[in-house]
T-cell receptor
Framework: GAVVSQHPSRVICKSGTSVKIECRSLDFQATTMFWYRQFPKQSLMLMATSNEGSKATYEQGVEKDKFLINHASLTLSTLTVTSAHPEDSSFYIC??????????????FGPGTRLLVL | AQSVAQPEDQVNVAEGNPLTVKCTYSVSGNPYLFWYVQYPNRGLQFLLKYITGDNLVKGSYGFEAEFNKSQTSFHLKKPSALVSDSALYFCAVRDNGGSQGNLIFGKGTKLSVKP
């Protein structure tokens, strides 16, 4: 149980285009989903926290107009990188925290999306 | 400020030997501590957590971790390492200062197990 999927797993796009990444909790409902960014050989940096039906909370330094987050349901959150540039190339990882109380302290992570902007 | 420190960038052990991956933390309030493992080009897999209760926590794949309040540590251990344990290990603490319960991660420790 507690499986999180991400789609796509890898995407290559041209500079200036927008890319949407989906994060789904497959076998549980998630009150909260988190979006992280990981640079090579570095730790995960929290970008934003999304709650179903409300606006996302962005970490300091993260542009909310560039990284659009939509949390349409208890099982789906999307991250859209708008007008992508080469510096946006990174590994994006989402996680979900279950609605079920006894599991709610643990975040379950998706497999990540590798974005390469040319 | 709450933080997690993993003092070792890399840990090398021989297969069959015990392994320890170190983690220390600094939090306000009760610490909620986690260990995750990441294989190349993959997301993080949950190993174990300490919320309350016994200081020795047992997790997936034979791993365990010991919560030590006086030393503010939560070291990850395994009695006998396998080559397949080679991966990147992250210690994390829940951000008690925030309302969303997000995690604060250490920088990661690369574990290399040689045959």
């Amino acid at each position: 149980g507690a499986v999180v999927s991400q789609h796509p797993s890898r995407v290559i796009c041209k500079s200036g285009t927008s890319v949407k990444i989906e994060c789904r909790s497959l076998d549980f409902q998630a009150t909260t989903m988190f979006w992280y960014r990981q640079f090579p050989k570095q730790s995960l940096m929290l970008m934003a926290t999304s709650n179903e039906g409300s606006k996302a909370t962005y970490e300091q330094g993260v542009e909310k107009d560039k990284f659009l987050i939509n949390h349409a349901s208890l099982t789906l959150s999307t991250l859209t990188v708008t007008s992508a540039h080469p510096e946006d190339s990174s590994f994006y990882i989402c996680s979900a925290r279950p609605l079920l109380r006894r599991l709610s302290e643990t975040q379950y992570f998706g497999p990540g999306t590798r974005l390469l902007v040319l | 400020a709450q933080s997690v420190a993993q003092p070792e960038d890399q840990v090398n052990v021989a297969e069959g030997n015990p392994l320890t991956v170190k983690c220390t933390y600094s939090v306000s309030g009760n610490p909620y501590l986690f260990w995750y493992v990441q294989y190349p080009n993959r997301g993080l897999q949950f190993l174990l957590k300490y919320i309350t209760g016994d200081n020795l926590v047992k997790g997936s794949y034979g791993f365990e971790a010991e919560f030590n309040k006086s030393q503010t540590s939560f070291h990850l251990k395994k009695p006998s390492a396998l080559v397949s344990d080679s991966a990147l290990y992250f210690c994390a603490v829940r951000d008690n200062g925030g309302s969303q319960g997000n995690l604060i991660f250490g920088k990661g420790t690369k574990l290399s197990v040689k045959p």
